[in-house]
């Protein structure tokens, strides 16, 4: 399983934190569950300089990479049904997890919920 996760560019004691937001993230960690392997690669729709439907370019990106899963905190209409169509599923992290590895913890222990429809966090 390959897992795409949002995260801010700061670490604190060399841990991730996973970003409250998806399409603005500056870049998400893709963990590759069987290898261990984590590749960091920035959010592409950050660089196109485009608004509205630069999304695709995130999807596309995952894509490349196996992506299966997204662990998020919260994930908009348009790229909650971009995910769906290419065959993703979106995971929910609580809001009191702050580091990637406590959230990819959760998601092995089946403790995340799927989501199956677009969620909000309260930092939108």
Do not use: Q, W
Request: net charge positive; hydrophobic share 40%; glycine share 12%.
């Amino acid at each position: 399983m390959v897992v795409g996760i949002p995260v801010i560019e700061k670490e604190i004691d060399g841990k991730r934190i996973v970003s409250p937001y998806f399409g603005r993230a500056p870049m998400f960690l893709i963990y590759n569950d069987i290898t261990g392997k984590t590749v960091l690669v920035s959010n592409p729709k950050m660089k196109s300089g485009c608004g509205g439907g630069a999304g695709r370019f995130i999807f596309d990106t995952f894509m490349r990479n196996g992506v299966d899963v997204v662990l998020v905190k919260g994930i908009g209409e348009g790229a909650f049904y971009n995910l769906e169509r290419a065959g993703m599923r979106a995971y929910l992290v609580p809001s009191d997890v702050k580091f990637v590895d406590e959230a990819i913890k959760l998601f092995k222990d089946g403790k995340l919920k799927i989501l199956d429809r677009p969620f909000e966090s309260h930092n939108h």
